[in-house]
């Protein structure tokens, strides 16, 4: 009975242990907000929308927002370059250097490599482009 009553014990004190340690787990990876969304978690919808550009004039596509996971940028025909240029001048057809994106694609800038920053968009012909963030 004595054993028994061991085993018993011991269970109990395991079993303790065990969620005393998940719940520690818990609330030690629940941190803030990475900018993006942990694989296999959705992402929630936060903006979207169209901005219209003019040939060959450089313009802030979208401003530096806190908490995205990404961004998704939908051009239409025209090429663009993109520069991810938070905490810089705007830049103009003379210094714009950039990220390219071909005409007619959707290219989703995840946070972690391309921040939440100002994204100034420069066009090769007017255009219009369709920004969307995540959160």
């Known amino acids: 009975m004595e054993y028994i009553e061991k085993n018993r014990t011991l269970s109990i004190a395991t079993a303790l242990a065990v969620l005393v340690i998940a719940v520690m787990a818990f609330f030690y990876y629940s941190g803030e907000v990475e900018g993006r969304a942990p694989t296999g978690l959705q992402v929630d919808f936060a903006t979207s929308g169209p901005v219209n550009l003019g040939d060959q004039t450089a313009l802030m596509a979208i401003a530096t927002s806190t908490g995205c996971s990404?961004?998704?940028?939908?051009?239409?025909?025209?090429?663009?370059?993109?520069?991810?240029?938070?905490?810089?001048?705007?830049?103009?057809?003379?210094?714009?250097?950039?990220?390219?994106?071909?005409?007619?694609?959707?290219?989703?800038?995840?946070?972690?490599?391309?921040?939440?920053?100002?994204?100034?968009?420069?066009?090769?012909?007017?255009?219009?482009?369709?920004?969307?963030?995540?959160?």
């Not at 939440?116 to 959160?135: S, V, Y």
Request: proline share 3%; glycine share 8%; charged share 15%.
């Open 70 to 135: 990404a961004r998704v940028i939908t051009t239409r025909a025209s090429d663009i370059l993109l520069a991810f240029a938070d905490g810089v001048a705007t830049p103009t057809s003379a210094n714009m250097q950039g990220h390219f994106q071909g005409a007619s694609t959707t290219v989703a800038y995840d946070a972690d490599t391309y921040g939440c920053g100002r994204i100034i968009a420069f066009p090769m012909n007017d255009t219009q482009i369709t920004i969307t963030e995540t959160r």
